[in-house]
């Protein structure tokens, strides 16, 4: 993804469009074009005779300046 300058990032639930691309311009020190999320919904998991719900988490793609990079340390 980060050929076109998307990266995808794990958020709390809660955090907002807006408070997911301040943290990535102050962390990053990256200029943000663009934030997309979305909410996915836990797995539902059977351990022997019960049922178990995972935690739902929310996902972000965000999409920086061109010419700008984020180093994720994956060669």
């Known amino acids: 993804?980060?050929?076109s300058n998307q990266y995808a990032f794990k958020v709390d639930i809660n955090s907002t469009k807006k408070e997911i691309k301040k943290a990535v311009e102050a962390y990053?020190?990256?200029e943000v074009n663009k934030v997309r999320v979305l909410k996915v919904k836990g797995k539902?998991?059977?351990s022997?005779?019960?049922i178990k719900q995972r935690p739902n988490w929310?996902?972000?793609y965000v999409s920086v300046a061109e010419?700008?990079?984020i180093d994720v340390?994956?060669?």
């Open 44 to 46: 539902t998991k059977r």
């Open 48 to 50: 022997r005779h019960r």
């Open 28 to 30: 990053f020190s990256v």
């Open 67 to 69: 010419g700008q990079s």
């Open 73 to 75: 340390g994956i060669e």
């Open 58 to 60: 929310k996902k972000a």
């Open 1 to 3: 993804m980060n050929q």
